[in-house]
């Protein structure tokens, strides 16, 4: 069975860091790109960051940038988020998901098929 | 950043009727236009891909149109199930963007 599996989501402290996991199952990460995507209590989807499964292209949102990191463990078929600096603001579920293709090499732009289903983090005092 | 807004925000349909949904993007993103359907509490489920292409699995009353900066989801004949928040995604630039939601309550 394809799936996603997230894990390390957390109520940490303003400042303070936390590793987010992803671990996918039922397929291997080659040939695919793995995001996270979040979405605030009561709010829209926010894309948050993307990477190929080589690691060697790697986006984020500008929110984000320069406090998270993803990473990618292709002997684990583990995806990571190291989020740093942590602000309310983040607070969310935060969603791991899968994108085929994503080169597009198809000439068609795929979607993200598989997604897991979510781990809250909550920034607070 | 690509803005894609989505029309109307909330839209109340009975059984049976047609649902079409808006979604704009501020500049031109070809047919890298992606929507998806979210139910409270669960992940977000692929319905439409590349602007016009039906996701696996989704029932044939789903269907996508559009190219540029307009695009239309619509629902030909809704059925109950079908209540829950849609959403427009591109991924023409980075960073990759959603649209704000419709909500279609049956």
């Known amino acids: 069975q394809v799936q996603l599996v997230e894990s390390g989501g957390n109520l940490v402290l303003p400042g303070k860091s936390l590793r987010l996991s992803c671990v996918a199952s039922?397929?291997?990460?080659?040939?695919?790109?793995i995001q996270w995507v979040r979405q605030a209590p009561g709010k829209g989807l926010e894309w948050v960051a993307i990477?190929?499964?080589?690691?060697?292209?790697?986006h984020y949102a500008d929110s984000v940038k320069g406090r998270f990191i993803i990473s990618i463990d292709n002997s684990k078929n583990t995806v990571y988020l190291q989020m740093n600096a942590l602000r309310p603001e983040d607070t969310a579920t935060y969603y791991c998901?899968?994108?085929?293709?994503?080169?597009?090499?198809?000439?068609?732009?795929?979607?993200?098929?598989?997604w897991g289903h979510g781990t809250t983090v909550t920034v607070s005092s | 950043d690509i803005v894609l807004t989505q029309s109307p925000a909330r839209l109340s349909v009975s059984p049976g009727e047609r649902a079409t949904l808006s979604c704009r993007a501020s500049?031109?993103?070809?047919?890298?236009l992606a929507w998806y359907q979210q139910k409270p509490g669960q992940a977000p489920k692929l319905l439409i891909y590349?602007?016009?292409y039906r996701a696996t699995g989704i029932p044939g009353r789903f269907s996508g149109s559009g190219s540029g900066t307009t695009f239309t989801l619509t629902i030909s004949s809704l059925e109950p199930e079908d209540s829950g928040v849609y959403y427009c995604q591109q991924r023409s630039n980075w960073p990759v963007t959603f649209g704000g939601g419709t909500e279609v309550e049956i």
């Open positions: 039922g397929f291997t990460l080659s040939g695919y790109a």
């Open positions: 998901a899968r994108e085929d293709d994503p080169d597009m090499v198809s000439g068609y732009y795929l979607g993200v098929d598989v």
């Open positions: 990477t190929w499964n080589d690691g060697k292209n790697e």
């Open positions: 500049h031109h993103i070809d047919s890298y």
């Open positions: 590349d602007a016009s």
